[in-house]
């Protein structure tokens, strides 16, 4: 988080002070942080990137650079930018989808940058699942959306660490979900 750095403060010409346990000082940041008051010390979300990278490989490096930069603005309390590389993250697995489904990459990505395209890419996907399936795809675009289209426009929004907190979970599950149905939510269009 950038509170604590090894090694003592030195003050008043040369005498040590400022350390915690002899080995780590305050940086100016953890002054700040410590000032502020926090309500809570957030918790180490480490585990997190252990449990996605097991699925997160099936979606690709872009998916993958995006659950990292989540978790490590998550974990330096950066939880509005947490929230849009969660989402970002979580179009990633949807254009995974869509590039295994139709097998052209290309398609997809242009589909995908035109107006609706997050719209698209999920009616591509889920148009033809039955309602077991196409209900949570949906719903797990639709909530990270939401964190993501909050957090990712120009005015000012009151996210805190529940809310990032629930967006990166919401981002496993959907992570583990497209991991599980993979191949029936890749199913090209014409099959039974």
Request: proline letters at 5%.
């Amino acid at each position: 988080m950038g509170v604590l750095r090894p090694g003592p403060v030195i003050v008043d010409g040369g005498r040590i002070g400022g350390t915690i346990d002899g080995g780590f000082a305050l940086t100016a940041l953890g002054r700040k942080w410590i000032a502020a008051r926090p309500e809570s010390v957030p918790r180490d979300p480490s585990r997190f990137m252990d449990v996605i990278a097991g699925p997160g490989r099936r979606f690709g490096p872009g998916f993958m650079q995006r659950a990292e930069e989540a978790i490590g603005c998550y974990r330096a309390g950066r939880y509005l930018a947490a929230c849009v590389m969660c989402g970002a993250a979580a179009e990633a697995i949807l254009l995974a989808l869509a590039i295994a489904k139709t097998g052209d990459e290309d398609a997809v990505l242009r589909d995908y940058r035109s107006a609706q395209g997050r719209k698209k890419m999920t009616d591509l996907i889920g148009s033809r699942l039955k309602g077991s399936l196409r209900e949570p795809l949906e719903s797990f675009v639709g909530l990270l959306a939401v964190w993501r289209d909050e957090a990712g426009h120009g005015r000012a929004t009151a996210i805190t660490d529940a809310e990032a907190d629930t967006c990166r979970v919401q981002l496993l599950r959907f992570a583990l979900f497209a991991d599980a149905e993979w191949d029936a939510l890749t199913a090209p269009t014409g099959s039974p």
